[in-house]
């Protein structure tokens, strides 16, 4: 008869795996997370958490009118990534994020969804995809990744120069971070002439089928035409089809004339351990993205009250980005200096001018469709130390962008400009307090609702301070 194992030798058991389980853990606390090592061939499994809790101050929105300060505390970010590498070719990386809502926008305020529903607990996939490191020269990531049109795009979130990167530097189809950050497809990028030229290639799902928005505008800003009120308080406006299932072309180049950043992505300041001067192009392209004329319908469907899109002939216009982006940083005998900037001009051949309110809302128009314009930071870390290796970074930045259809008003200008503090509690990225001053400006003056209350007078420009607390595990 075979003898059972005693609870003793299974208790050895768990107890000699845990140990070694925790032992990975413990050894790889420098890193970005937890990071478990197995196999002869280098395979790992890595583990990181992040959160951002951000705490602003808003001069509309409060009061009986909506015209008095607001104050709110939200999670901007809360993510759990998991990257897993069979050796050092194969692997795959996904990475999720907590939809926990935000009143960043400065334009659609409403509560944060934490604050009146359950949203916050949902989660949802914003990187899921395979990974194949075959050469330096080639580097393939092919699932849901992100768009590499723009360095504002693939800066890391979680460090970026200033609090946040830009609410204004994303591309197209614009209203899910899915579509105007990430798309699926796959992206090939690599290095060459000692890791200083720079190469990224994608291809993308791009526009497919049609969105539904909720009209953000008030009864006096909405635009005339045959439609009830009820299109000017909340109503759903249903943009037409993508004309044809066309791909998605994104191509990138850069080059850097002093140390390279290396990598598929970039940081917003390397502490002076790196000397960088980066100088990089992009574009983007998607043939018959969108219809040429198309009308909103006059009757809204009486159980959703949902407005379609009537497409008036077969013309279609083609989406083109365009964008231009720098970055230096240089060590000097005391500090270091970082400058940064960012063009982008998104075009659908003024289809705007002829589209429904659906389209304009989700596609031709609005804060990621047709526009025009960029931004520039500068930045200095002062030569001390505060507390054990604590560095302090005050920055400035200064931003200019032309909509061609935004909230209502054709070729809106948006100029906003600030500065703020970034305290690298650790000496780096993963612990991080920041706090930040923007000014919004419009060349004219705009009705920006509010949640629950009557649309505002018309506003010409508003304030926000910020505050950010960061922890990078």
Not at 14 to 41: H, K, M, N, W, Y
Not at 148 to 167: G, K, V
Not at 179 to 197: E, I
Request: charged fraction near 15%; charge should be neutral; include cysteine.
């Amino acid at each position: 008869m075979l003898k059972k194992p005693g609870f003793s030798h299974s208790c050895k058991a768990v107890v000699a795996g845990s140990t070694l389980l925790l032992g990975l853990c413990l050894a790889s606390q420098a890193q970005a997370g937890p990071r478990i090592e197995f196999g002869d061939d280098g395979g790992f499994l890595q583990v990181d958490l992040k959160g951002q809790i951000f705490v602003e101050n808003t001069s509309y929105g409060g009061g009986k009118t909506g015209d008095e300060s607001r104050t709110d505390i939200h999670f901007m970010r809360n993510r759990v990534g998991f990257t897993g590498m069979l050796d050092d070719t194969w692997g795959y990386k996904l990475q999720t994020c907590g939809n926990t809502g935000t009143t960043k926008m400065p334009f659609l305020y409403g509560l944060s969804a934490q604050d009146n529903d359950w949203n916050d607990r949902d989660v949802r996939v914003i990187d899921a995809y395979a990974i194949a490191n075959i050469s330096p020269y080639l580097n393939l990531k092919i699932g849901l990744t992100k768009i590499p049109l723009t360095r504002a795009n693939l800066d890391d979130c979680f460090a970026p120069l200033s609090q946040d990167r830009s609410m204004f530097v994303y591309s197209a189809y614009g209203n899910s971070p899915a579509k105007f950050s990430r798309d699926l497809g796959g992206v090939a990028y690599g290095r060459f002439f000692g890791d200083r030229l720079t190469y990224f290639a994608g291809v993308f799902q791009g526009r497919e089928g049609s969105s539904a928005v909720q009209n953000p505008l008030s009864v006096a800003a909405t635009p005339a035409g045959p439609l009830t009120t009820a299109a000017a308080s909340g109503a759903t406006f249903v943009s037409s089809n993508a004309p044809k299932t066309q791909l998605e072309y994104v191509g990138r180049v850069t080059y850097d004339f002093m140390d390279s950043e290396g990598g598929s992505g970039y940081q917003g300041t390397y502490f002076g351990e790196k000397n960088v001067l980066t100088i990089g192009a992009g574009m983007a392209y998607q043939p018959n993205a969108a219809f040429r004329s198309t009308t909103t319908n006059p009757t809204a469907a009486a159980s959703q009250n949902a407005y379609g899109t009537t497409i008036n002939g077969t013309e279609t216009v083609d989406y083109t980005a365009y964008a231009v982006d720098l970055m230096y940083e240089q060590k000097l005998p005391a500090g270091v200096i970082t400058v940064t900037g960012q063009y982008l001009k998104v075009d659908f051949e003024d289809a705007w001018q002829t589209n429904s309110i659906g389209d304009k809302l989700s596609v031709t128009a609005g804060m990621n469709g047709q526009k025009e314009g960029g931004y520039g930071k500068i930045a200095y870390i002062l030569p001390v130390t505060i507390g054990k290796a604590g560095k302090v970074q005050p920055y400035a930045l200064s931003e200019y962008w032309e909509f061609a259809h935004l909230l209502g008003k054709n070729h809106q200008i948006i100029n906003q400009y600030g500065g703020g503090v970034n305290y690298y509690i650790t000496g780096d990225q993963r612990v991080r307090l920041t706090g930040e001053f923007l000014r919004t400006d419009f060349n004219q003056a705009t009705q920006i609702p509010v949640a629950g209350l009557a649309a505002l007078a018309d506003v010409k420009s508003f304030d926000t301070f910020r505050m950010m607390l960061q922890i990078v595990f």
